[in-house]
């Protein structure tokens, strides 16, 4: 089975596209040390990514997808992109079966994962980042493989213009325009006791695990 690269707009381009389409109300963005991210993953990044982080950073988009921390490949906390990316590699692994040889042994890196358990990695299959098509390992470690860059392909996501949802959960697709909320920003409302994403108090806020036992 052979794969191609993207299709569609990439870059700055596929970045406008989406941004078209994700709110923000806040301050947001993160600094990102990128040579040093291209030392420990021995790769450049995708322009289209690099926008995101600039703009948008780590956090949600809308309560259907996490954006990943950047980090090294050994990174272990969770939610951070090293972490994500041994959970999409291991499931790759375990699909490695005879009659799909195009596939044993391209690389992931995770950039994303739904509240579904789906991670959204790179296929870093090719030598240049602008061609990498997105991978997603979907809980049961279904791989499937879109043809489109990060931006473009969350674009497509949010509009239905993917021939299904490419998710176990289909909370953001076809769900049109949508928030994001930087972690910074969401972990300060949970700190004061309003759920993140309606603003209002949150009545478990204040409650010990223990009372749900």
């Not at 969770?78 to 040889?101: C, H, I, V």
């Amino acid at each position: 089975m052979t794969i191609g690269g993207v299709v569609g707009p990439t870059g700055r381009q596929a970045f406008q596209g989406l941004s078209e389409l994700l709110s923000l109300n806040h301050e947001a963005g993160d600094e990102v040390d990128w040579s040093e991210m291209r030392r420990s993953w021995g790769t450049d990044f995708p322009s289209d990514y690099k926008c995101f982080m600039s703009i948008y950073g780590v956090g949600s988009v809308s309560d259907g997808m996490d954006i990943a921390r950047p980090g090294p490949p050994r990174g272990d906390e969770s939610g951070s992109m090293g972490q994500e990316t041994a959970n999409a590699r291991l499931a790759w692994d375990l699909k490695r079966a005879p009659e799909r040889p195009g596939l044993v042994r391209l690389p992931l890196i995770a950039w994303a994962v739904t509240i579904g358990g789906d991670v959204a990695c790179w296929l870093t299959s090719g030598d240049d980042p602008e061609d990498w098509p997105v991978a997603v390992v979907a809980g049961d470690s279904t791989i499937s493989v879109q043809r489109y860059g990060m931006a473009e392909f969350l674009r497509r996501v949010l509009v239905g213009e993917l021939d299904e949802c490419p998710f176990d959960d289909a909370t953001l697709w076809r769900g049109g325009e949508q928030g994001f909320l930087h972690r910074g920003e969401r972990d300060r409302l949970i700190a004061e006791g309003f759920d993140p994403w309606t603003g209002l108090p949150d009545e478990f806020a204040e409650m010990n695990l223990e009372d749900f036992s």
